[in-house]
């Protein structure tokens, strides 16, 4: 803990001289930033402090918001939020939950005088199976565009095998398979004897 500071001794001088023993005693060296110029601010900027304070912590800017705020945000957010569960049942207890805090809220307002309601959970539901239904129509219809594509590639694939084979030429003629045929009896025959 830091000395307390004399009474005849100014503000300015007592702080220049804790900095000055600090640095005697080696207290600056191997700082992360020793020698790198400070980050660059914009004028007129005075909170990039707790924004950049927010980010080093992995914490969103949501959480300064008022509660009135946050709930209003997190209703119009509930699209994105249900997007991933599986279950009504689940649609349900998500709605129920931030349903459960808007009434918290209701009972006890802090902060501005904003309208926040309840949700009604049907509704979202029927949206969410609405959705749901949209999505699963859109990957179907992406599946089948891309079944389609693959056909046509195999085909256009087989086609273009066809076409360098008849340029070719047939390498097996008929002579080539009756004299084959000739050396396979042949072979038979001397099996026999």
């Known amino acids: 803990m830091a000395e307390r500071k004399p009474a005849d001794m100014g503000f300015e001088t007592w702080i220049d001289k804790q900095v000055r023993e600090a640095q005697e005693r080696g207290e600056f060296d191997d700082l992360p930033l020793t020698g790198k110029p400070l980050p660059p601010r914009r004028p007129g900027d005075e909170y990039a402090w707790i924004r950049d304070k927010l980010a080093r912590e992995g ?4 959480a300064l918001l008022p ?3 946050r709930l209003r945000k997190e209703i119009h957010r509930l699209p994105e939020t249900l997007r991933d569960v599986r279950t009504e049942q689940g649609v349900r207890d998500v709605v129920g939950e931030l349903n459960e805090r808007i009434v918290q809220w ?7 005088n904003i309208p926040v309601g309840p949700v009604d959970a049907d509704t979202v539901v029927a949206e969410w199976r609405t959705a749901r239904a949209e999505r699963a129509a859109a990957e179907e219809q992406a599946r089948a565009e891309r079944a389609v594509a693959a056909e046509q590639a195999a085909a256009a694939e087989r086609a273009a095998a066809d076409q360098a084979r008849a340029q070719r030429g047939n390498p097996i003629s008929p002579f080539t398979w009756v004299t084959w045929w000739r050396r396979q009896l042949a072979r038979r025959a001397d099996r026999r004897h």
């Open 106 to 112: 209701l009972r006890a307002p802090s902060g501005p």
């Open 59 to 62: 914490e969103s800017t949501d």
């Open 67 to 69: 509660t009135p705020l």
